[in-house]
């Protein structure tokens, strides 16, 4: 952009372009287009340049001036549910708060992690008692160390383009949020799945980009359910438990999948009722070449934790749970 662009910008003597938004495309044009010389012959358009700090700041003010227009007159912003790139399974249920004109507002967060953070979402219609709170799960970009073990969990997937490949093997930033995005949607596929077959899973509102709305598992003041790992279960809330366990990775196990990082840190307990959580990294024990070592480390991890807790352990037997899931697989 040319300086005398801006200034002229700044004066407000702006005859051929619109705004200063229209002088910066023109200026972020590729060079081939602003090299090209129009069929009478004129001179090349404007050559690239930098905005001044006076222009810079301008140009901030409008933007917040236009989202500050924008905002609803109470809460965060307005509902992102006509954004959203994928949407749950239908039918929607009825708690889930699909109207436009609702608002979204930040309550904070419920847990940290490794590769994402997940936070507390409530999506309201004004002047009503409809709304529902959701579990906003958003990966993190290329500034963090994202899924230091993803290489064994994305055997078996495919990406075609070569430059995208090459850049998830170098982690570079824009490898890094390849990876980011690739995880979100593999975790939002695999909810959409798991909940249609009726798995123990949460409903999966909406995924824009790499973050996840997600039906929250808790109480309605907002109180997030525990882990299981938080829970001392007795003896009768134990067995329970472990069959529900059970139950839930045979439904997996039938649709050839197991989680691939299944622990007492991945399940919730909520009112006596477990779910599974942190799904990205679902496994296909039939096309991945390592599928069975997940399985079987699932397995373990699971056996191990009942059997600490008191579970007998010719009840919690890790190599008749994994002969179990690879027969419901058709494995074996």
Same mark, same amino acid.
């Given at each position: ?120 979402? %409530?999506? $309201? ?8 709170? /959701?579990?906003?799960?958003?990966? &993190? !970009?290329?500034? *963090? ?91 009768? %809330?134990? $067995? ?8 839930? /990775?045979?439904?997996?196990?039938? &649709? !050839?999948?197991? *989680? ?73």
């Amino acid at each position: 952009m040319r300086k005398r662009d801006i200034e002229r910008f700044l004066t407000g003597d702006v005859r051929d372009t619109d705004s200063l938004y229209e002088l910066a495309d023109e200026a972020d044009a590729p060079a081939q287009a602003r090299m090209r010389r129009n069929r009478d012959g004129e001179p090349a358009p404007r050559t690239r340049g930098r905005l001044t700090e006076e222009a810079r700041a301008r140009l901030v003010q409008e933007r917040e001036a236009i989202a500050v227009d924008d905002a609803p007159p109470q809460g965060d912003r307005w509902s992102s549910w006509g954004d959203a790139e994928e949407a749950g399974p239908r039918p929607h249920p009825s708690w889930v708060v699909t109207e436009l004109a609702a608002v979204d507002t930040d309550l904070g967060i419920i847990k940290t992690g490794k590769e994402a953070d997940v936070f507390l979402v %409530e999506r $309201a219609m004004p002047d009503s008692d409809r709304s529902c709170l /959701m579990a906003a799960k958003r990966y &993190r !970009g290329g500034d *963090h160390r994202l899924f230091h073990r993803d290489a064994g969990y994305l055997e078996g997937r495919r990406v075609r383009a070569t430059r995208e490949m090459r850049a998830m093997q170098r982690r570079s930033n824009f490898g890094r949020n390849l990876i980011a995005q690739r995880w979100a949607i593999a975790e939002f596929a695999a909810l959409r799945e798991l909940w249609a077959i009726g798995a123990p899973v949460p409903y999966p509102v909406q995924r824009i980009g790499t973050e996840l709305l997600l039906e929250f598992i808790g109480d309605a003041d907002g109180t997030a359910a525990p882990r299981l790992v938080q829970l001392r279960p007795d003896r009768d %809330e134990l $067995a329970d438990l472990w069959q529900q366990l059970i139950e839930a /990775m045979v439904t997996l196990a039938r &649709r !050839g999948h197991t *989680h691939g990082d299944l622990s007492a840190y991945n399940l919730l307990v909520h009112r006596g009722e477990l779910l599974l959580i942190d799904l990205p990294q679902v496994v296909d024990i039939v096309s991945n070449p390592r599928g069975h070592e997940f399985l079987q480390r699932d397995v373990h991890s699971a056996c191990a934790w009942f059997v600490s807790r008191g579970l007998p352990g010719d009840v919690a037997d890790p190599e008749v749970v994994a002969n179990l899931l690879l027969r419901e697989a058709g494995l074996g």
